[in-house]
């Protein structure tokens, strides 16, 4: 059995401490049981992170239908993220570039070579495939939402609060969680 009143009081102290030590850590669903959380790679070895000298390291976290994206993983096929990568580019230019691929796919190097021979040869049933998927991955229900204010709700947040900031963060759980706290 799970001490929710525990993991509740462990996130507080998590973001209260997560510019000084870089681990962040929050809900991954609609329980507090599953949780998702992100630490620095340790200072002098291999898993020291590198920006700006290195590329950031992204990927998507829901599901998409995309040629230059894996289906499975959510790693990102782009050039920039790899070997095309210059300290002069930014945060934002990286994610434009992203934003700027989900309209332009490159089919001839894929990510996802079921998903890229597909969008060559029956493109309506990719874009009606990646339609699907926007909706079901992507966007976020009435009853999704719904289901977040309940949660958070339970969390002890005040209802009123929770509807605000969930609208304000597009119904992001984890961005909404770490403003209430």
């Not at 002098?44 to 290195?54: C, D, N």
Request: hydrophobic share 35%; with cysteine.
């Amino acid at each position: 059995m799970v001490d929710f009143a525990r993991v509740q009081k462990e996130l507080v102290e998590c973001h209260k401490d997560a510019e000084g030590s870089g681990i962040r850590v929050a809900p991954k669903s609609d329980n507090l049981v599953n949780l998702i959380g992100t630490i620095p790679g340790p200072t002098g070895t291999p898993y020291e992170e590198g920006y700006p000298f290195e590329p950031p390291k992204m990927q998507f976290s829901t599901k998409v239908w995309h040629p230059n994206i894996s289906s499975q993983s959510g790693a990102i096929c782009l050039d920039i993220l790899k070997d095309q990568w210059s300290p002069a580019l930014t945060l934002k230019t990286a994610l434009l570039s992203v934003q700027a691929l989900l309209s332009a796919p490159q089919p001839d190097d894929p990510q996802d070579a079921v998903v890229a021979q597909q969008y060559l040869k029956d493109y309506q049933t990719f874009v009606n495939t990646a339609r699907y998927w926007t909706e079901s991955f992507a966007k976020t229900s009435s009853r999704g939402v719904e289901d977040k204010v309940q949660k958070l709700v339970e969390m002890g947040f005040p209802e009123s609060q929770v509807r605000s900031i969930l609208e304000a963060v597009g119904g992001d759980e984890n961005l909404a969680l770490e403003r209430l706290l």
